[in-house]
T-cell receptor, first 110, second 114 residues
């Protein structure tokens, strides 16, 4: 079983739509969580950390469900500029490196 | 501004050549990492270093070598033993013991074998 799993997509949505991605993690010792955004042929950039109580940053909302071991990212009012690959990233106790999912591709069309 | 600088942005390698990718950071981070990304694929860990003069192999270290002589620098050499080196190479850093803050990435080097 892969440690961090994401639906690769692509998710094709029109501008203004709401879209949600899920990510599941297998190690219950995972302790901190992130969503990174990666544009085509660019480096990943931190979009937001995911806190236990859930957190929001503008149009983006992240949720954590420890019992079911998944995190989610909700994007409201999608913009063309939101088109990118979204990486789910996990920090697990006892690990020296972060664990990356393979990413979910989002394509927002006019 | 603090950050990570990778150079060159694009690199072309002939068969049988060794090439070195540069990664320099001025964030005062202890830990540095090298990842490889192939088209449509996730990030795969090549090597990482948590302290000067020490480094560990990642999942795909064969055909690669690194050094960590200075805190700021973590160069990656792609040797001729790496049979399929064409990929996007990403360097990242973080403060040791602070993975809960995530990584900062450099802008990457795109290596192509010609």
């Amino acid at each position: 079983r892969k440690e961090v799993e994401q639906d690769p997509g692509p998710f094709n949505v029109p501008e203004g739509a709401t879209v949600a991605f899920n990510c599941t993690y297998s190690n219950s010792a995972s302790q901190s969580f992130f969503w990174y955004r990666q544009d085509c042929r660019k480096e990943p950039k931190l979009l937001m950390s995911v806190y236990s109580s859930g957190n929001e940053d503008g149009r983006f909302t992240a949720q954590l469900n420890r019992a079911s071991q998944y995190i989610s990212l909700l994007i409201r009012d999608s913009k063309l500029s939101d088109s990118a690959t979204y990486l789910c990233v996990v920090n697990t106790e006892g690990y020296s490196t972060l664990t990356f999912g393979k990413g979910t591709m989002l394509l927002v069309s006019p | 501004d603090g950050g990570i600088t990778q150079s060159p942005k694009y690199l072309f390698r002939k068969e049988g050549q060794n090439v070195t990718l540069s990664c320099e950071q001025n964030l005062n981070h202890d830990a540095m990492y090298w990842y490889r990304q192939d088209p449509g694929q996730g990030l795969r860990l090549i090597y990482y270093s948590q302290i000067v003069n020490d480094f560990q192999k990642g999942d795909i270290a064969e055909g690669y070598s690194v050094s960590r002589e200075k805190k700021e620098s973590f160069p990656l050499t792609v040797t001729s033993a790496q049979k399929n080196p064409t990929a996007f190479y990403l360097c990242a850093s973080t403060q040791f013991g602070h993975l809960n803050y995530g990584y900062t990435f450099g802008s990457g080097t795109r290596l192509t074998v010609v």
